[in-house]
């Protein structure tokens, strides 16, 4: 099992730039894939961003794809989503997501046993 923290989130006008962070317990970080989710008022939450094990394959939801980058360091246990161009339809509550399967396959399959942080509010400004 995994634990995850978030951090980072705030308030940003739009255009700015934010770096969210997560933390992550445990020895197998290092086997976990990783990803971001979203969740805005009322909505469903969705998919922003997901990292494989090993680092190399990332994959983005279109909206944010160009703005937004994932990144994770095994060392430090952390996952990492650098957001840039923010937009006002950015504002959500962000989370961070573990899934065992270290693939990175696998964040639009329903029913997968994952693990979740508690989030962080991110709002972005007109």
């Known amino acids: 099992q995994v634990q995850l923290v978030e951090s980072g989130g705030g308030l940003v006008q739009a255009g700015g730039s934010l770096r969210l962070s997560c933390a992550a317990s445990?020895?197998?970080?290092?086997?976990?894939?990783m990803g971001w989710f979203r969740q805005a008022p009322g909505k469903e939450r969705d998919f922003v961003a997901g990292?494989?094990?090993?680092?190399?394959?990332?994959n983005y939801a279109d909206s944010v794809k160009g703005r937004f980058t994932i990144s994770r360091d095994n060392a430090k246990n952390t996952v990492y989503l650098q957001m840039n161009s923010l937009k006002p339809e950015d504002t959500a509550v962000y989370y961070c997501a573990a899934d065992p399967n270290g693939s990175g396959t696998r964040w639009g399959n329903k029913g997968i046993q994952r693990y979740w942080g508690q989030g962080t509010q991110v709002t972005v400004s007109s």
């Open positions: 990292i494989n094990w090993s680092g190399i394959n990332k």
């Open positions: 445990g020895r197998t970080f290092s086997t976990y894939a």
